[in-house]
């Protein structure tokens, strides 16, 4: 079963706009990670945040966790074209280093 | 620069033969997976393994066994194809949890029709 869920499925806005998508679990996690992929690619991997973490921020992205709520949310500022893609959260537990993927969001920048 | 390689890019094949799609790392990562993409369903992992001789089932293993006999490849085997293993399938390796690195990189993927 999947251990994260997306939401939103899929995403449209207007270049230079931010977007937002949200993650959550079912179990305690040891991480989180946010991936991107584009069409016909492999994952990417974007950024980490640990358990014990509340915020991250890289480059124009911006990760916050809610342990007590098992959610995360991803922040994409001044959305670009080139941020077209799909984007999945995945979790990892304490001593168990395999990951598990949520079913991801489908975000498209609009020129 | 190290890298994760997968082949073949895309595979043909029928119905109840058997498959092997092979997984390449020069990370020098401890643990390897492999995961199918199905629309809908996200990735979902079918094995992997945190080191060489080690392999573990996923939540979708039926059908599909792996092997490790050293730490930069792990092969999967589809041993009877079956029309409902049609997917993408990806490799990806992480160097495991020392000083936190689970961050995984992934392969190309590999399109697989059964028909």
């Known amino acids: 079963s999947q251990q994260g869920e997306e939401d939103p499925q899929a995403l449209s806005i207007q270049e230079g706009e931010n977007a937002t998508m949200n993650c959550s679990y079912k179990?305690?996690?040891?991480?989180l990670q946010w991936y991107r992929q584009n069409s016909g690619r492999g994952l990417v991997h974007l950024i980490l945040?640990?358990?014990?973490?509340r915020e991250k921020h890289s480059g124009r992205l911006r990760v916050t966790l809610d342990t007590s709520k098992k959610s995360s949310s991803l922040l994409i500022t001044a959305s670009r074209a080139a941020d077209t893609a799909s984007y999945f959260c995945?979790?990892?537990?304490?001593?168990?280093?395999?990951?598990?993927f949520g079913t991801g969001t489908r975000l498209t920048i609009i020129p | 620069d190290a890298e994760i390689t997968q082949s073949p890019r895309h595979k043909i094949t029928e119905t109840g033969r058997q498959v092997t799609l092979a997984c390449h790392q020069t990370?020098?990562?401890?643990?390897m997976f492999w995961y199918r993409q199905d629309l809908g369903h996200g990735l979902r992992l079918i094995h992997y393994?945190?080191?060489?001789?080690?392999?573990n089932k996923g939540e979708v293993s039926d059908g599909y066994s792996v092997s490790r006999s050293n730490t930069e490849d792990l092969p999967l085997t589809l041993e009877s194809a079956a029309s409902s293993q049609t997917s993408v399938y990806f490799c990806?390796?992480?160097?495991?949890?020392?000083?936190?690195?689970?961050?995984?990189?992934f392969g190309q993927g590999t399109r697989l029709t059964v028909v």
């Open positions: 990806a390796s992480s160097a495991g949890d020392v000083g936190g690195k689970t961050e995984a990189f």
């Open positions: 179990t305690s996690i040891n991480n």
């Open positions: 945040i640990r358990s014990n973490e």
């Open positions: 995945a979790t990892d537990t304490f001593g168990n280093e395999k990951l598990t």
């Open positions: 990370w020098n990562h401890n643990n």
């Open positions: 393994s945190y080191g060489v001789q080690d392999t």
